[in-house]
């Protein structure tokens, strides 16, 4: 049974940084393609950032040079480093594996 676990969401004041975890059993993240998505309040869901399983990284333009998607695959977990956040980056925040498979998301929000 494949399960992903979210974690590492808050409430951080804007230029701020938050590390998101999505742990992963019952299915391989180093051989697969992991996605980020967010969703905000009244919007649809959109994708973040990805990470290949040859370890290639793409990010929607909105997060370039700010967000940083990386893998630890002893640990099969996935990360989202988030720096010079804005109030603008505020969603639930869902990571997705081989298309599939989704967390029950971690809520971040992003306010002074």
């Known amino acids: 049974q494949v399960q992903l676990v979210e974690s590492g969401g808050g409430l951080v004041q804007p230029g701020g940084s938050l590390r998101l975890s999505c742990a992963a059993s019952?299915?391989?993240?180093?051989?697969?393609?992991v996605h980020w998505f967010r969703q905000a309040a009244g919007k649809q869901r959109e994708r973040v950032a990805s990470?290949?399983?040859?370890?290639?990284?793409n990010y929607v333009d909105s997060v370039k040079s700010r967000f940083t998607i990386s893998r630890d695959n002893s640990k099969n977990t996935v990360y989202l480093q988030m720096n010079s956040l804005k109030p603008d980056d505020t969603a639930v925040y869902y990571c997705?594996?081989?298309?599939?498979?989704w967390g029950q998301g971690t809520p971040v929000t992003v306010s002074s």
């Open positions: 019952g299915i391989i993240v180093s051989i697969n393609v």
């Open positions: 990470i290949t399983n040859n370890g290639v990284t």
């Open positions: 997705n594996v081989g298309g599939g498979y």
